[in-house]
């Protein structure tokens, strides 16, 4: 099982951090577009947080 440790922790790193990538990018998607539709600026990040 101790040789298995480093596999386990590297999968877990890297799938945290497809996620958080997703979630970026997702979060870029949705801001780019609600300041295309005239959103004020600083109610944009909300929307994009609210439609992720």
Do not use: C, D, H, Q
């Not at 951090?17 to 780019?32: E, H």
């Not at 004020?40 to 609210?50: C, E, F, N, R, S």
């Amino acid at each position: 099982m101790g040789e298995l440790r480093p596999v386990v922790r590297t999968v877990s790193v890297l799938m945290g951090v497809v996620v958080g990538l997703t979630f970026l990018f997702g979060f870029g998607n949705v801001l780019g577009s609600a300041l295309k539709l005239g959103v004020p600026v600083y109610v944009a990040p909300l929307v994009a947080l609210l439609l992720i």
